[in-house]
T-cell receptor, first 115, second 113 residues
């Protein structure tokens, strides 16, 4: 069964704090791990992604940490801002060529950043 | 703006009816994916088309069907609608060269009364 388990389901963080969302996967064939950010009434938007040959990727305040042996990856949002309040989805994918991704999503984490 | 266009944005209909949701992928993208997102639920993969052909199937009900046309736009047909079909339906497309994941449209919100 291809599953991606995401936790926590919801998260409240003070402005300026660090938000951490964790995901675990089972299928070792996954080779691409994106994070999506979704605001209410909008579609998910790709935030940051990592491939399993690196252990960390940083883009601005967003960092993905990847542990291949534990089959876990996490999203860290540094200096969290109220504008970061959204639902975050992790995903795991295997690329089957010709632009075809088989994405499996976690159930999402609703992040609220309070002033 | 992801470049993926979905219509209609909102749709209200009655049980037993049939609706069609439309999606135009980003320019140049050949793959189209359909996802269902119910209230407080994650994204459930329904079906994928690549250049007009069905490529992968997920948790799509038999009452639902989709197709991708020669101009690459796609339609998702939902028939014999039930209350439980009320959800956000997202379309996404992906680049041929890969590496950038999926680009989602803003969704079609279906309400079945």
């Amino acid at each position: 069964q291809q599953q991606v388990k995401q936790s926590p389901q919801s998260l409240i963080v003070q402005k300026g704090g660090i938000s951490i969302i964790n995901c675990a996967y089972e299928n070792t064939a996954f080779d691409y791990f994106p994070w999506y950010q979704q605001f209410p009434g909008k579609g998910p938007a790709l935030l940051i992604a990592i491939r399993p040959d690196v252990s960390e990727k940083k883009e601005g305040r967003f960092t993905i940490s990847f542990n291949k042996s534990a089959k876990q990856f996490s999203l860290h949002i540094m200096d969290s801002q109220p504008g970061d309040s959204a639902t975050y989805f992790c995903a795991a994918s295997s690329y089957s060529g010709a632009g075809s991704y088989q994405l499996t999503f976690g159930k999402g984490t609703k992040l609220s950043v309070i002033p | 703006d992801s470049g993926v266009t979905q219509t209609p944005k909102h749709l209200i209909t009655a049980t037993g009816q049939r609706v069609t949701l439309r999606c135009s992928p980003r320019s140049g993208d050949l793959s189209v994916y359909w996802y269902q997102q119910s209230l407080d639920q994650g994204l459930q993969f329904l079906i994928q088309y690549y250049n007009g052909e069905e490529r992968a199937k997920g948790n799509i009900l038999e009452r639902f069907s989709a197709q991708q046309f020669p101009d690459l736009h796609s339609e998702l047909n939902l028939s014999s609608l039930e209350l439980g079909d009320s959800a956000l339906y997202f379309c996404a497309s992906s680049a041929l060269t890969g590496g950038a994941g999926l680009f989602f449209g803003e969704g079609s919100r279906l309400t079945v009364l």
